[in-house]
């Protein structure tokens, strides 16, 4: 007998983007092949004030089967998770959680699952960004990247991921954690934790300079946010992800081994981010539980084609 196929979707305000979202996980090679009844896609709506709940309720009444389902939990993505691990199907060892904004590659949730043996509990997608930005400065800024060639960090995204029942039910989660799966990845372990570069999930990145501010402002606090937790040991915000080097010294003479890609891609971005970084301590300076919700998260919605 096949496993039980759960995906979980925490979702706010997505009316302009759910419906295409759920199409990509209904073509998915997975759901296919997973029989009925033994499958689920479960859309919590946290505090949603548009018609998200309304188009999902209407794609659901097109699945006679109840494969769809909607519910409603209070505002915040968090709430959503934990009311999303209590909900959905025990029968399912692994539970897979993504936004409702992206769209799934076809093979994504197969692969994910082929990734779990031993002690594996988290299974993190590769994340692809699709479209260009219209910042003169963004377009530039990716061109540098292309040729400096700087490398992906292994990390688990919301965007998708998997994660074993047992681990997800054992997790007690903060409800004023930003990031939730930043907190996920550094409960489990890095040991814990495979990285699927064949398990795509494509979103819209950034596309104005203010809007590239506002998406890493909120990425910087959760990240300062578990470092002052003792969750992780490195605070966000240079492109090296080593503020452990925090004399100027050890910096020049990090420097200095770069190649001269890699340096003019640093000169350009180093300063840049300290935009966002500054931002991001004076948000958790306030000390308040839900301080951090005042970083507003950016959503694009434009018609992309990704080959999903």
């Known amino acids: 007998m096949p496993d039980f196929l759960s995906l979980g979707i925490p979702a706010y305000n997505e009316e302009e983007s759910i419906e295409r979202m759920l199409s990509s996980v209904f073509k998915s090679t997975l ?10 896609v479960m859309v919590c709506c946290n505090g949603c004030t548009d018609k998200t709940e309304e188009i999902v309720r209407k794609i659901s009444a097109q699945h006679l089967n109840g494969e769809l389902k909607v519910m409603a939990s209070a505002p915040g993505k968090v709430n959503a998770w934990n009311a999303l691990v209590k909900r959905m199907d025990r029968r399912a060892k692994v539970l897979f959680f ?25 299974a993190a997608s590769r994340v692809v960004p699709v479209g260009k930005p219209k910042s ?23 965007m998708l991921y998997g994660i074993r029942r047992d681990f997800a039910e054992s997790v007690k989660m903060p409800h004023n954690i930003i990031n939730d799966d930043g907190f996920l990845e550094a409960v489990a372990g890095k040991e814990r934790t495979a990285f699927v570069s064949s398990a795509k999930v494509y979103y819209q990145p950034a596309r104005t300079l203010r809007d590239w501010i506002k998406q890493k402002t909120r990425v910087y606090a959760g990240r300062r946010q578990l470092f002052e937790m003792g969750l992780t040991k490195v605070l966000p915000g240079s492109w090296t992800n080593q503020e452990s080097r925090r004399s100027l010294r050890e910096w020049i003479s990090y420097f200095r081994k770069l190649s001269r890609a ?18 991001s301590k004076r948000y958790l300076r306030k000390r308040k539980t839900q301080g951090w919700a005042k970083i507003k998260s950016s959503k694009f919605r434009p ?4 080959p999903v």
């Open 31 to 40: 759901w296919r092949q997973t029989p009925p009844g033994m499958r689920e």
């Open 98 to 122: 993504a936004d409702a904004d992206v769209l799934v590659h076809r093979t994504a949730f197969e692969n994910l699952r082929n990734a779990f043996s031993g002690k594996i509990v988290i």
């Open 136 to 158: 003169i400065v963004l377009r530039g800024m990716g061109r540098l990247e292309k040729k400096a060639a700087v490398p992906e960090l292994p990390e688990v995204i919301g």
């Open 262 to 279: 890699e340096k003019m891609y640093a000169i350009a971005k180093t300063p840049l981010e300290q935009i966002p970084f500054a931002l």
């Open 303 to 306: 018609k992309i084609r990704p």
